[in-house]
């Protein structure tokens, strides 16, 4: 599969493949994190999070990865479809009600089959 | 799922109109809204936070007097860009806390596309 050890903009993988999608955030006070998914002219599709009492978190075809002391996130995708062709963000903030999200750069990931 | 409507979906307005936007959360009632611009191919950046009753908090770099915000009732706030000039063109999205102790209660609306001619 294809993996990504920094940000990059853009992932191109094949149909099938693992992708790895990573982030970096900025924030040592976070302690909440999403991951979102948003095709073209659409608003942001939650996908997954994770606190950071944990370091790994798994759903249907995805897991995210913490990684606290070097403040990384991944978002690992399995069997990767056409379907998951969009951009993907990382967004952080301290788990509080009524505190705004901040979103990292996007990476584009292409699925071609 | 909680829903989060906005509208209109896409606007197309002249130089120095202003336009609404409406961010309506539909089955919940949401005491913070909040309001994000994304410009083509880049990240949401967030614009204001909105609670319900109160004045809106801005962020840095955002003219409060441009970009009026309304959150009248706990179901819906307005984004209101005044004297809109080419440069605000971009895609507005807007999200809403429903409450609860923690972050992960917010959802995000679909997005408002705004064309200054």
């Known amino acids: 599969g294809e993996s990504v050890g920094l940000h990059l903009p853009t992932l191109s993988v094949q149909e099938g493949d693992n992708s790895i999608i990573n982030c970096a955030y900025s924030n040592s006070a976070s302690d909440y994190f999403i991951w979102y998914k948003q095709e073209s002219g659409k608003g942001p599709q939650f996908i997954i999070d994770?606190?950071?009492?944990?370091d790994k978190r798994q759903g249907q075809r995805v897991t995210v990865l913490l990684n606290k002391t070097v403040k990384h996130l991944s978002l690992q995708i399995a069997a990767t479809q056409p379907g998951d062709s969009a951009v993907y963000f990382c967004a952080e903030t301290v788990n509080q009600a009524g505190t705004a999200l901040i979103f990292g750069k996007g990476t584009t990931l292409s699925v071609s089959s | 799922g909680a829903v989060v409507s906005q509208h209109p979906s896409r606007v197309i307005c002249k130089s120095g109109t202003s336009v609404k936007i409406e961010c309506r959360s539909l089955d919940f009632q949401a005491t913070t809204m909040f309001w994000y611009r994304q410009f083509p191919k880049q990240s949401l950046m967030l614009m204001a936070t909105?609670?319900?009753?109160?004045?809106?908090?801005?962020e840095q770099g955002v003219e409060k007097d441009k970009f009026l915000i309304n959150h009248a009732s706990l179901t819906l706030s307005t984004l209101t860009v005044t004297s809109a000039h080419p440069e605000d063109s971009s895609f507005y999205i807007c999200?809403?806390?429903?409450?609860?102790?923690?972050?992960?209660?917010?959802?995000f609306g679909p997005g408002t596309r705004l064309t200054v001619l």
């Open positions: 994770i606190r950071s009492n944990m």
């Open positions: 999200s809403a806390d429903a409450g609860g102790p923690s972050t992960d209660t917010q959802y």
């Open positions: 909105s609670n319900e009753g109160s004045k809106a908090t801005y």
